[in-house]
């Protein structure tokens, strides 16, 4: 599993680093113990070559982003220990290029073209197909051996939904989840609510229960609203069991979903929530989120998002969400549809990265990628890990527990056929189309489904059409 990294944290050391267009930083190098140090190289010379070996060693790898994953800028952040490992066993280095969030897709072009390409990126949505077909991303099968026991359990999920012609695009470290549901204890404890976690434990966590929750809770007039964010839609969306748009892996095709009763009764859910004022009115206040600020407070009830939101130092969470150090922070998967088939469903997380067209170094960004895959795989490594989660974050044993369950619930779905897997602006034209089925909520101009297919269903069709022309027609050329 991607788990965020333990340690006892001891010697630092400051280095400077400069990212382009943009104020100096400082990295903290925070290492392990040497307990545990030395107990992953240990778990590491079973699983991974020796340096000796390995024809990427002693190397620097550039990592493009808006955000660095891997060094550390402050002592109360976690250590990487698949970059730990990448570093100590082999003796690399990951270089960051940086890149600013709005600018990420022409900053990389401009790259690109000029001959300068970074490495490697964060695999994910946006990504494939449009950035393959595009000439921005490489095939990764030369680099990574998928047929190697260290990539089992991954190397078909990388088949299946991101390859092109048979060559797969991304290195998955890990299938993972995506959106959960965030919410503090206190607030629901003072409301007189169930708990949601142990409504989910007892199979009770549905859409209606949900429903209730956020009716009862939402007050206009006292600025108090049981959702915010810009992730509930696509969430609520999501766990009917399936999306939008999916990809056939046996046709090769991205196909629309928009005539499934699921999305339909997902949909009813959204506008019941919507047309009583139970969502943060963004385009009432300049189109801004509160982004989870308030739920403290007693201003918002539940928090749809990734995990990484509240993946972040004490004091972070707590300026969000709630005080972790009492125990107010629980996530619990989204409610199940009481209609449905009696699953709960969750969107289907990428962990992994991609090779940017023209790097310079593909053999370290595949060594590297080993290294996160083991430690995704070795209990040494995943036990220091959870250890981490506990020290840094104050993670309890209850929520690392309801993590575990939701990761559970994505692999079965998975390996059921049901993954749910977004490739957003991949999509290309067709995700504008695809998106204006999951914007219900932002505005208080709530439309039925009928109106929504009405006015989206065939420019859908018609820009996945060209998609899947240009997929067919598609041959990679170095």
């Known amino acids: 599993m991607k788990r965020i990294i333990s340690a006892f944290l001891a010697a630092i050391i400051i280095i400077s680093l400069v990212g382009c267009g943009s104020k100096k930083r400082q990295i903290i190098e925070l290492t392990l113990s040497t307990e545990d140090a030395e107990a992953i190289l240990r778990a590491a010379g079973i699983t991974l070559p020796d340096a000796e070996d390995a024809p990427a060693a002693n190397s620097t790898i550039q990592w493009f982003s808006f955000w660095d994953g891997f ?31 709005e600018d990420q897709n022409s900053d990389l072009a401009n790259l690109v073209l000029s001959g300068k390409s970074p490495d490697f990126g964060q695999a994910g949505e946006g990504i494939f197909p449009s950035g393959a077909l595009k000439g921005m991303y490489r095939p990764v099968d030369e680099f990574v051996n998928y047929d190697d026991p260290l990539w089992e359990g991954v190397k078909e999920f990388a088949r299946d939904y991101y390859s092109l012609n048979g060559r797969p695009y991304f290195i998955i470290t890990d299938s993972s989840f995506d959106k959960v549901v965030c919410y503090n204890r206190r607030v629901m404890n003072e409301w007189g609510f169930d708990d949601p976690a142990q409504l989910y434990w007892n199979d009770e966590w549905t859409w209606d229960e949900f429903y209730d929750m956020c009716a009862d809770f939402s007050d206009y007039d006292d600025d108090r609203f049981a959702l915010d964010g810009w992730f509930f839609p696509a969430g609520i969306m999501h766990s009917s069991g399936t999306n939008i748009v999916s990809y056939d892996p046996e046709q090769m095709k991205f196909v629309s979903n928009v005539d499934d009763p699921r999305l339909e009764r997902a949909e009813n859910l959204i506008y019941d929530l919507t047309k009583n004022d139970c969502i943060y009115p963004v385009s009432q206040r300049g189109w801004t989120t509160r982004d989870g600020i308030g739920m403290k407070d007693g201003k918002l009830l539940f928090y749809i998002a990734g995990v990484w939101s509240f993946q972040t130092t004490v004091e972070e969470t707590a300026r969000q969400f709630g005080d972790v150090k009492e125990k107010e922070l629980m996530l619990v998967p989204l409610p199940r549809d009481g209609e449905g088939d009696g699953k709960y469903y969750l969107e289907s997380g990428v962990v992994g990265y991609v090779m940017i067209k023209g790097g310079t170094n593909p053999e370290g960004v595949g060594l590297f990628c ?60 067709a995700n504008s189309a695809a998106s204006a089925f999951e914007t219900q909520g932002f505005t208080e101009e709530a439309q039925t489904w009928a109106q929504l297919k009405e006015a989206n269903s065939d420019t859908l069709a018609f820009y996945l059409d060209a998609l899947n022309e240009e997929i067919a027609a598609f041959d990679y050329q170095d």
């Open 71 to 101: 060094h550390n800028y402050g002592e109360d952040e976690v250590v990487n220990t698949g970059y730990w490992t990448f570093k100590n066993k082999y003796n690399c280095e990951i270089e960051w290029v940086e890149t600013t969030w």
């Open 370 to 429: 080993s290294c996160e895959r083991f430690k995704v795989l070795d209990p040494t490594v995943v036990n220091i890990d959870r250890r981490q989660l506990k020290e840094t974050y104050l993670w309890t044993d209850e929520m690392l527990d309801m993590w575990d369950e939701c990761y559970r619930i994505a692999q079965n779905s998975y390996q059921n056929g049901e993954a749910i897997v977004l490739y957003g602006d991949g999509l290309g034209a």
